[in-house]
Nanobody, 127 residues
Framework: QVQLVESGGGLVQAGGSLRPSCAAS????????MGWFRQAPGKEREVVAAISWSGGRTYYADPVKGRFTISRDNAKNTVYLQMNSLKPEDTAVYYCAAGVSYYSDAYYTTAHDYDYWGQGTQVTVSS
């Protein structure tokens, strides 16, 4: 089992920045693919970014490319999502997810590939 706890969401004005983090416990973090998803009211959950357990490969959804950066610190069992140039359309609950992989450079972009989920952290961007 893996427990994931997100923090670092909040309210920010358009153009601002936030850096949510997700702390993991319960399993070897360095062997977990990590991802960030978001879900806005009335919309389906969508992938935002993902990172391999080596940290060597990352994925970004088109709406956040060039603005968001996913990173991980395996020594601290933590994954981060640096969000810059935030827009009102980025408003959503952001979820951290972890998936098991045997490959150091694999990442997942669909929710069903992830085995564990955090409780979510609210990000609200005002115009």
């Amino acid at each position: 089992q893996v427990q994931l706890v997100e923090s670092g969401g909040g309210l920010v004005q358009a153009g601002g920045s936030l850096r949510p983090s997700c702390a993991a416990s319960g399993r070897t973090f360095s062997r977990l693919v990590m991802g960030w998803f978001r879900q806005a009211p009335g919309k389906e959950r969508e992938v935002v970014a993902a990172i391999s357990w080596s940290g060597g490969r990352t994925y970004y959804a088109d709406p956040v490319k060039g603005r968001f950066t996913i990173s991980r610190d395996n020594a601290k069992n933590t994954v981060y999502l640096q969000m810059n140039s935030l827009k009102p359309e980025d408003t959503a609950v952001y979820y951290c997810a972890a998936g098991v992989s045997y490959y150091s450079d694999a990442y997942y972009t669909t929710a069903h590939d992830y085995d564990y989920w955090g409780q979510g952290t609210q990000v609200t961007v005002s115009s």
